[in-house]
C-alpha cells in the first residue's frame, strides 16, 4: 500500500468531449484514450488504482474512461466536492458577493457561443429555476 505514487494530469480535452457529450453528440472511446495518453504514459501508472475525476465534466465520461483505464482502477468521483469548493471560492470573492450567488447560478470562464450552448443544455437537464451566466476571468 504505501508509499503511495501520484500521478497527475489536467487534460482540458476532456473537458471538450464532456460538454460535447453533454450536448448530444458522440464521444468514442478512442477520443477518450487520446485525452488521457499524457497521464497513461507515464512512469508508474502500470500500479494505478484508482483516478479521481477531479472536475465537475468527468463524471459524463466515467463510462468510457473506466473502459479505458480498465476494471482494475476505482474512478472516484468528486463532482459534488469540486462544485462545493467553487462556490466558497466565488461566495469569498469580491467581483462575486455570496448574495448574487443562487442556488441554481451557473458559472463559466467564458461568454462564447459555446459557453451559451452548454448553458442552454444544462438548464434543460435539471438546471432549472433561476439561472444566471456570470463569465469569469479564466
Known sequence: QWPITWLQQAPARLVELAEARLMGEPV???EIAEALEPLLSQPGVEAMDALVLACTH???LSDLIGAVVGPGVTLVDSGSAVARQALRI???SSA???ERIESHSIFVTSSDA???QVTACLIRNGFAGPSKLLALPA
Open 96 to 98: 462575486t458577493p455570496a
Open 90 to 92: 466565488l461566495a469569498a
Open 28 to 30: 468514442t472511446e478512442s
Open 58 to 60: 468527468f463524471p459524463l
Open 114 to 116: 459555446r459557453a451559451e
